[in-house]
Nanobody
Framework: VQLQASGGGLVQAGGSLRLSCAAS????????MGWFRQAPGKEREFVAA????????YSADSVQGRFTVSRDNAKNTVTLQMNSLKPDDTAVYYC??????????????????WGQGTLVTVSS
């Protein structure tokens, strides 16, 4: 599967952004879709994930209540709605895909497919 992330940009603290990830392939609903981010000088970290049928969603403590992950299997897309953004949210955001039956949703190493990343910059 190929992934293409978009929607990053510059926003002031307290603002919102919506990231999208478009996937190729006919088996999109078989994949857990995750969002990760990597800030300069830091390791890549888990942000949010959603199961193949959208029935379960997970998010990191740092974004709970502010970020929402959703998917549209008919359109092969997954989105990350980010509200109440903070300067600490500044990072390159990546979407990723893994088979439902493999690995753990919060571990980057469990994901076999990655998009190219989209930069989110939150100014104070």
């Amino acid at each position: 599967v190929q992934l293409q992330a978009s929607g990053g940009g510059l926003v002031q603290a307290g603002g919102s952004l919506r990231l999208s990830c478009a996937a190729s392939g006919r088996t999109f609903s078989n994949y857990v879709m995750g969002w990760f981010r990597q800030a300069p000088g830091k390791e890549r970290e888990f942000v949010a994930a959603i199961t193949g049928n959208g029935g379960s969603r997970y998010s990191a403590d740092s974004v709970q209540g502010r970020f929402t992950v959703s998917r549209d299997n008919a359109k092969n897309t997954v989105t990350l709605q980010m509200n109440s953004l903070k300067p600490d949210d500044t990072a390159v955001y990546y979407c990723a895909a893994k088979w439902e039956s493999t690995g753990t949703y919060y571990r980057a190493g469990s994901y076999a497919y990655w998009g190219q990343g989209t930069l989110v910059t939150v100014s104070s």
